[in-house]
């Protein structure tokens, strides 16, 4: 059985190996029966899912799994990545399950756990997992088989601890907000909570049909999310991917912003008030130059991780260290949650432009990025092109011609068939001809392969 874990749970085309409903059932019945402690008398697992059609069927499918091996299943419905991380924990649940594929299209679908600390798995639970899955479970007996039931108030217990992030007595009155929902699993509770705590909400991207999540919205898609911003006078716009895990801010003048400008801002003021773990931002190695050189600047350290934000977050609780992220928009604080959270970094944002008295412009803009570039090439099953010598070499001489001020990276997809090739240098034309002499070289691999 090939590899099913990737670098955030399993993914892929849905009615596709593996996201299919026989496999989602082995995988249901893998995982209760791996989390199942046999001297508990309740075993509980919270399973919540974004907007996608296909969530009906792996949610049927996994419900099944589960309840074969005695665990009882919570339906949580339309729900954030990080509301299933928070209620695995909060009602003291074995596991967490989110259905989701995160930002990419409708087609896809994913399965992403959560263990019962609200944490997602590390590498090795993932590989028992995987083994117990190749291996098959024995189901319980027929009078332990486990029962299955939806929670209705799932939504208003994310939307109140979401709420409970925002600094007391603080309110949001005469701020109006654009909120990009990317029709995905936030439809509901992002302008909500957003609404109660006193903005004036102008909601994009909440109307899913099972097909649209992330169709033209979203944090990967946020130009529609800027033109309202612009068009309606908004102070600023928040757009959330299809789990709402991840954020993009736009300002007041339709101006979009990453995550390494945002990380920027929250290090600087946390470090400022001596709120800042370790006096260190965790980062992937995505983000960029400039983002460290302001920190450097500033007395804080940036710690760099691999691409996820799941190793963020390990390297987060390995250190002690309280904020981190990904340039695409992930933010994890792990004073207020055990995941990346869109809505509730984007809260603190609007927290930081209410105490500030400062528009969006002068805060999401803390530093010049260094130029940066980044290019695919994607290749077929089964091909291994960065082992090839001529790639290799590639890589060796466009490293060595980016090694004055500037660096290159390269690595694997964690979930697609694709080699990316990144890097940043002060002089755009070289840079960019080191990138394409690497995605050349992989090219010509890939092609006679």
């Known amino acids: 059985m090939t590899k099913l874990f990737g670098t955030d749970g399993v993914r892929g085309t849905a009615n596709i190996h593996p996201m299919t409903a026989d496999m989602a059932l082995r995988i249901g019945a893998a995982v209760g029966r791996y989390f199942r402690r046999e001297k508990r008398g309740v075993h509980r697992v919270v399973i919540g899912k974004d907007t996608r059609l296909s969530g009906y069927m792996f949610e049927n499918a996994l419900t099944a799994g589960l309840t074969s091996t005695g665990m009882n299943v919570l339906l949580l419905g339309p729900v954030p990545t990080p509301a299933v991380g928070l209620l695995t924990r909060s009602m003291r649940a074995d596991l967490g399950v989110m259905i989701s594929a995160s930002h990419n299209p409708a087609s896809d679908n994913g399965i992403k756990f959560f263990g019962p600390d609200g944490f997602k798995l590390s590498d090795q639970v993932e590989q028992e997992i995987e083994a117990l899955v190749a291996e098959g479970v024995e189901p319980s007996a027929p009078d332990q088989i486990g029962r299955a039931k939806r929670i209705d108030d799932s939504r208003f217990r994310y939307i109140e601890r979401v709420k409970s992030s925002f600094p007391r007595q603080m309110r949001l009155d005469g701020l109006k907000v654009v909120i990009d929902c990317a029709h995905g699993a936030a439809y509901h509770v992002a302008p909500m909570a957003l609404w109660e705590l006193g903005a004036n909400v102008i909601p994009v991207g909440v109307d ?26 908004a102070d600023v716009g928040i757009c959330l991917d299809g789990d709402a895990d991840r954020v993009i801010l736009i300002d007041q003048n339709g101006r979009i912003g990453d995550g390494d400008q945002f990380m920027a801002l929250m290090a600087a ?117 960065l082992e ?5 070499a590639a890589i060796a001489q466009a490293g060595a011609d980016l090694a004055q001020g500037g660096r290159l990276l390269i690595r694997k997809s964690g979930t697609e068939p694709l080699v990316r090739v990144m890097a940043e240098h002060e002089d755009a034309a070289l840079m960019e001809r080191a990138v394409d002499s690497v995605v050349e070289a992989v090219g010509r691999v890939v092609s006679t392969i």
Request: some cysteine.
């Open 388 to 392: 090839n010598a001529q790639v290799k």
């Open 208 to 233: 899913p049909n099972g097909f649209n999540i992330n169709d033209g919205c979203g944090s990967t898609q946020p130009q529609s999310a800027a033109e309202a911003v612009v068009a309606n006078g």
């Open 269 to 385: 003021r946390w470090a400022e008030e001596e709120r800042l773990a370790g006096k260190a931002l965790v980062a992937t190695v995505m983000s960029n130059l400039g983002l460290e050189r302001f920190l450097n600047d500033r007395g804080v350290r940036l710690e760099r991780t691999g691409v996820g934000d799941r190793y963020v977050v390990e390297r987060m609780r390995e250190g002690g260290f309280n904020l981190g992220g990904e340039q695409s928009g992930h933010i994890v604080m792990t004073d207020y949650a055990t995941t990346g959270d869109g809505l509730m970094a984007g809260m603190q944002f609007l927290a930081e432009m209410v105490r500030s008295g400062k528009p969006a412009s002068e805060l999401l803009y803390q530093f010049d990025p260094v130029p940066q570039l980044l290019k695919n090439v994607r290749f077929s099953a089964g091909q291994t092109p």
